[in-house]
């Protein structure tokens, strides 16, 4: 393996159309979800949850990760650092998680420049892997414009997610703010006003409000 082993990042081999899995997701619900459409193969010692390239990873932050406070900000940090691989946060946003996901949002998006997925259950983060996966086979990474073209639809539904998941926006105002604001950066810099052209005045303070309390 081309593992650095003292933190667990940096890139591993994996084979075209499977996804190395960290040992201690082996027999979780998010697993068994995937058997039998990818192939999975376990590994110790990773930071990472998934590999699902050599050089892309995802690291999955489950509800229960989310209400126990800010563990599981070292991992991200971790693989953010490394200039090895690409990081994917795939987030549980639930019922109970809620609360502590807008600040997740903004330290991931904003602070370290992640790509941020929210799922709703390991259910939904599988098919979501799946995919990933799927896109990999299909567009092999040996072909340097279809690679770029994978990260920017990777960029772009990552963007368009995380406007949705901001107060008051919801499916169809993120479009319409993206439309205006093509950025998180030229999103979170705007002013009430220009925000109230777009969604009106409620809505405006909203996202003004997400952008500007202390993280």
Not at 24 to 39: C, E, N
Not at 156 to 174: C, F
Request: glycine content about 6%.
């Amino acid at each position: 393996m081309e593992r650095n082993p003292s933190d667990g990042t940096g890139p591993v081999h994996v084979p075209l159309g499977h996804v190395v899995a960290n040992e201690k997701w082996r027999g979780s619900q998010l697993v068994q979800d995937m058997q039998g459409k990818i192939k999975l193969i376990f590994e110790d010692g990773l930071t990472p949850d998934f590999y699902l390239s050599k050089r892309c990873c995802v690291l999955y932050v489950t509800e229960a990760d989310l209400v126990a406070g800010n563990g599981y900000r070292k991992r991200l940090v971790r693989v953010r650092n490394s200039s090895n691989i690409q990081g994917i946060v795939v987030v549980e946003k639930t019922r109970m998680s809620e609360q502590y996901f807008p600040a997740l949002q903004k330290f991931t998006v904003l602070d370290l420049g992640m790509v941020l997925l929210p799922v709703a259950s390991q259910m939904e983060a599988s098919g979501l892997i799946i995919q990933l996966v799927q896109e990999q086979i299909k567009e092999p990474s040996k072909n340097p414009l279809l690679g770029k073209k994978r990260a920017l639809l990777l960029s772009e539904l990552s963007l368009l997610r995380t406007v949705q998941q901001i107060p008051g926006v919801g499916k169809v105002k993120a479009p319409l703010l993206l439309q205006k604001f093509p950025s998180i950066q030229k999103l979170s810099n705007a002013s009430i006003l220009e925000l109230e052209q777009v969604v009106g005045q409620a809505v405006a303070q909203q996202i003004h409000a997400f952008f500007t309390q202390p993280r």
